[in-house]
């Protein structure tokens, strides 16, 4: 285990104590910079740096000579004439190497330096000005020692500071005259000896999207030199923030020996696919290119193992050209051996079989470790007779970053993908820290990790313009507990998948270059120097923010992201505690100086305001939106009674939300029916700790046409207007309110209602989704009876059978296969098929080739489904009942919010029409949906009653399914989406070649619903 951050090597030659050199004096240059004759780019750029830093802080520059003689103080840089002494010369130094040393007159700044003697120009003259000659610097991975040492000594003896690479980032004391104190001497090798960042752009300093109103308010105060000099983006963005960018990566020590190693395998489609097809994945019949290699041919292991010749010859089979040995941004020490970016690997007889789930549900799993992990091996072992001493590049990753239990080749470098970000996700991190552990044990590694800018990570729509915001990722007290760990277990480098932003990506790289700093020490500096008094109140609104974003309980797994961001993360409660040390931090800036002043707005501009920008933005539309449900009718009156109604089939609302649209956490469902008189309710509440008290109840807002003010009653558990018990941590509250009461005269006029918890009627944090209300209509009258028969069947399966095979019971004999090992449980009809996504991916049915599907211009679809519980804010997107592949016909519920969608391209493979349900499909019960298209109409259906806001006309009309011969799958979308996958149980489902008549649904539904309801009874 390391013991330290640097190797110090001491050179004692000397007495350096007690030394004062004095390198400006009232503004004058007392000193000299020596480059020796014919210096490498290192070190001219190196000179230039320091003068810029000493022009920073004094408005006067050192002479730069490449001898100098005589009194005076002399920085010497790399290797010069006069660095004679022991240890000053370049060959000591070891790679990745600088030292920092003081002589009586002298002081060296040194290191390692790649001999690079092409053209530098630190600046150039163009029309708008002076700007930086970025493409002739050295390149970010060149041996740079000299730099290095430069930067050591700004930091540590000039005080020079750099937060962020806008025009305020840099943080000095000017002085006119300028000293410096000797210390020992200082030779330091990197922490880690592989930093890549994937991007050093705005965002890390500003949230805003490039594109966006509060990017260009942010953009014009962080820069505003160069938004006068260069008005056109593009031109300003090239010249004028590249160079920035490129400066605060050098300075922050960004490169050195460079591990290259990505998915390596994407030439062959161009390269073999044709010529080739065996090297290819088997088993994806209708995919444009097979999604993966077959990594169990030996004629595949063997062209890999030519392509590593001849890229360790200087070839580059992959783009067919010669490799620049110059570069020092190509690692020629590998070569990667890593598989395509999916999971969708072969299944041909040699490969099935080798992949199978036998791991915790997490992205970073072992599931295909043997497989992949065993074609790596082969590549490895080939290479190490053929290429002895030549090394391959791997990545652990998705489902081979598990080690597998056999041992992995010593010729393989392994880089170990990580979640560093997701602290409120421990288990997740836990997971990933293990497998690293796992690697490490016999080799030094490399990591990969997930950084940021989180809203690429977290959500894919984070960064377009017009989509929601996301809540600010701090942690840096996370990240150097996880860069200590990383660094103790012998990481060699590190990949940043993007980076922090704002005080992140300083703090980040502060202990990038010393993992043992104390996170609390760098996050009082920055905020300290960054804004003067100002300081300790932002330091206290990142480290609220930082706890709420790391806090678990602000944290739903596949929850819905925007309701984490801005109900539970920027909860309303949060963002007044935030406001409170901003305005604090307002206050405390008029006595701060113009630079720091000017910090704080960038701050606010590039933090606060996208924040606020955010919550605004959430409460408007997602916590802001009406939908619309049925009501349905009781098929006995009832009197008042709560006892007599049947609420199997009653409409529920589930996903409670706060009085502002925010999320809850409460695991509460409502549900509603009506007998024509009464309206009966019934109000669950899972996972409490303890009974409610006498005063708790339910606040229920009804609106008899929409036009009324919304009217209260409050339902309590005092037993004067509700029925309740308390059992196992489940509260269930029974009411019944007369339509005289509710204002109902006319049963055919839309209402609206909404539902909030309560304690003594003063409204609690939960109402139901609706921050507007719902519009409720009631169901007038129930459907006639008349049972559908057998006619028209053309598939029905109910799941029994051995194995992985399903039968059909219609004529047809649609039999099929289950894919994924989905499980067989116990169900209403005997055996139910419950399905999850899982590491291998979705669990379905499939169907090769469907009977009975020929130019269908009507047909039914009816399901009994029993949807998975979830968790408040988490998200089930659409789980798919039945799609085809003939026209990419899928049929999907989707719980709580728009219920029922079905989805059909047109000819050019897009969907035309898509809608849901005004019938809510609640959890954890068994429910009947059903969809029927007539030849004009698309109608849907749930438990026998027709859903009024799912028909649609236009657009539809005359169209014909024909899936015959053609793939049929249950539980999976056939384009192969996995949002669309089922997850929850499926009892039956029932294809008919017709469409069934609303009394043939309904009758169908009672008959079966009789077996549904002694199965639950009997659980």
């Known amino acids: 285990m390391k013991t330290s951050v ?154 020079i500071r750099w937060f962020d690479q806008t025009e305020f980032g840099t943080d000095f004391t000017p002085a006119a005259t300028l000293r410096v104190h000797s210390a020992p001497d200082k030779r330091a090798i990197p922490a880690f000896e592989d930093i890549q960042p994937y991007s050093l752009g705005h965002r890390t300093v500003s949230l805003w999207h490039e594109k966006s109103k509060g990017f260009a308010e942010w953009e014009k105060a962080a820069y505003p030199d160069l938004c006068v000099r260069f008005p056109d983006f593009s031109r300003r963005h090239n010249l004028g923030y590249q160079p920035l960018f490129l400066l605060f990566g050098f300075r922050h020590r960004i490169g050195g020996r460079l591990f290259g190693v990505n998915h390596s395998l994407y030439s062959y489609y161009d390269r073999f696919l044709k010529t080739h097809p065996e090297f290819f994945a088997k088993g994806y019949p209708d995919a444009k290119r097979p999604p993966q290699m077959c990594y169990s041919n030996p004629a595949l292991i063997q062209q890999v193992v030519e ?115 997701e602290v409120y996700d421990r288990p997740r991190m836990e997971n990933d820290e293990k497998n690293l552990r796992d690697w490490s044990r016999d080799r030094g590694t490399y990591a990969w990790v997930y950084f940021g800018p989180h809203t690429w990570r977290e959500n894919g729509k984070g960064w377009k313009e017009g989509s929601y915001h996301v809540f600010p990722a701090f942690f840096a007290h996370s990240l150097s507990r996880s860069l200590k760990l990383y660094h103790s277990l012998g990481v060699k480098g590190i990949f940043m998948e993007g980076f922090g932003y704002n005080v992140e990506a300083y703090a980040g790289f502060e202990l990038l270059k010393n993992p043992e700093r104390n996170a609390d020490e760098i996050l009082k500096e920055y905020f300290t120097r960054m804004y003067g008094p100002a300081g300790p109140a932002l330091e206290r609104f990142y480290n609220k923010v930082e706890k709420v974003y790391s806090d678990p309980e602000n944290f739903i797994r596949n929850g ?117 008189k009464y309206l009966y309710l019934r109000f669950r509440e899972k996972g409490l700790a303890g009974a409610p008290s006498p005063g708790e109840g339910l606040v229920f807002f009804f609106s008899p046409d929409m036009k009324q003010p919304m009217r209260k009653f409050f339902i309590s558990r005092d037993g004067k207007s509700g029925k309740e018990s308390f059992r196992d941590g489940e509260w269930e509250l029974l009411s019944a309110i007369s339509f005289e009461a509710l204002g109902v005269a006319n049963r055919k006029q839309n209402a609206r209602f909404n539902a909030v918890r309560a304690d003594a009627g003063k409204l609690d944090e939960p109402g139901i989704n609706f921050k507007r209300g719902c519009v409720l209509s009631f169901e007038e009258k129930l459907p006639g009876k008349q049972t559908p028969g057998e006619a028209g069947l053309i598939g029905d399966w109910d799941f029994g059978g051995n194995g992985t095979e399903i039968h059909d019971r219609s004529p047809m004999k649609n039999h099929g296969r289950a894919v994924n ?136 009309e005359g169209l014909a399914w024909d899936n015959e011969g053609k793939r049929l799958l249950i539980g999976q979308h056939p384009g192969g989406n996995v949002s669309y996958s089922f997850r929850g149980e499926l009892g039956r489902v029932k294809v008919y070649a017709r469409a069934l008549t609303p009394e043939e649904i309904f009758a169908g539904y009672a008959e079966e619903a009789k077996k549904v309801s002694g199965f639950e009874q009997g659980k």
């Not at 009194?71 to 190497?97: M, N």
């Not at 010729?411 to 979640?419: Q, T």
């Not at 499980?823 to 996504?837: C, H, I, N, S």
Request: charged share 25%; hydrophobic share 35%.
């Open 6 to 159: 640097y190797l110090f090597l001491f050179i004692l030659c000397m007495a350096v104590s007690g030394y004062d050199y004095e390198l400006v004096k009232d503004g004058k240059p007392a000193a000299v910079i020596v480059t020796g004759k014919n210096p490498v780019k290192s070190v001219l750029f190196a000179a230039a740096e320091l003068n810029a830093h000493i022009r920073l802080i004094t408005g006067t520059e050192l002479p730069v000579r490449e001898t100098a003689a005589g009194e005076g103080v002399r920085i010497h840089l790399g290797e010069t004439s006069a660095a004679g002494e022991p240890g000053l010369v370049q060959a000591p130094f070891k790679e990745l190497e600088h030292a920092v040393m003081f002589r009586k007159d002298r002081i060296y700044l040194a290191g390692k330096d790649r001999a690079d003697h092409s053209p530098f120009r630190y600046t150039r003259k163009i029309p708008e000005g002076t700007v930086y000659d970025y493409r002739t610097w050295p390149n970010m991975y060149d041996e740079r020692g000299t730099l290095n040492a430069v930067y050591d000594f700004l930091e540590t003896h000039l005080g």
């Open 307 to 421: 392509d590593a010749k001849q890229w360790f010859s200087g070839y580059d089979a992959a783009k067919g050209k010669e490799l620049d040995k110059t570069r020092s941004d190509i690692d020629f020490s590998h070569y990667a051996v890593c598989p395509m970016d999916n999971s969708s690997y072969c299944k041909c007889d040699l490969c099935k079989g080798k992949v199978i789930q036998k791991t915790a549900p997490f992205f970073a799993n072992g599931n295909a470790s043997d497989y992949i992990w065993t074609f790596i091996n082969n590549v490895a072992e080939k290479c190490k007779k053929e290429l002895p001493g030549k090394r391959i590049g791997a990545i652990a990753y998705a489902a081979y970053a598990q080690r597998p239990e056999f041992p992995v080749e010593d010729n393989i470098d392994v880089r170990v993908c990580m979640h560093i970000r």
């Open 560 to 676: 819905n992201v925007e309701q984490i961001y801005w109900g539970f993360r920027g909860s309303r409660r949060n963002m007044e505690s935030f406001r409170v040390e901003i305005e604090e931090a307002e206050k405390a800036i008029a006595n701060a100086s113009e630079v720091q002043k000017k910090r704080f707005e960038n701050f606010k501009l590039s933090t606060w305001n996208y924040m606020l920008e955010g919550k605004k933005k959430a409460e408007k539309t997602s916590f802001n939106w009406t939908a619309s449900a049925v009501c349905p009718l009781s098929s006995i009156s009832c009197g008042g009674d709560v006892s007599k109604v049947d609420w199997s089939d009653a409409q529920e609302f589930y996903q409670f939300n706060g009085e502002t649209g925010e999320g809850t956490r409460r695991k509460v469902v409502l549900s509603l029916k009506h007998d024509g």
């Open 821 to 956: 090992m989905p499980q067989r449980v116990e169900g209403p009809f005997g055996t139910a098929l419950r399905m999850e996504r899982t590491m291998l991916g979705p669990q379905y049915v499939e169907i090769e080739k469907a009977a009975g599907f020929r130019n269908l211009k009507e047909f039914t679809v009816l399901a009994w489904v029993k949807l998975k519980e979830i968790f408040p804010g988490e998200k089930l997107a659409y789980p798919c009942i039945l799609g085809g592949d003939g026209e990419l016909i899928a049929f999907a519920v989707v719980p709580n919010y728009a219920n029922v969608k079905f989805r059909n391209p047109n000819d050019a493979g897009k969907p035309h029409y898509s809608w849901g349900a005004d019938r809510f499909v609640g959890y954890g019960k068994w429910q009947q949906v059903g969809m029927v298209y007539d030849g004009k109409l698309f109608r849907t259906f749930v438990n026998g009653r027709i859903s009024a806001g799912a028909v649609r006309s236009g657009g539809q």
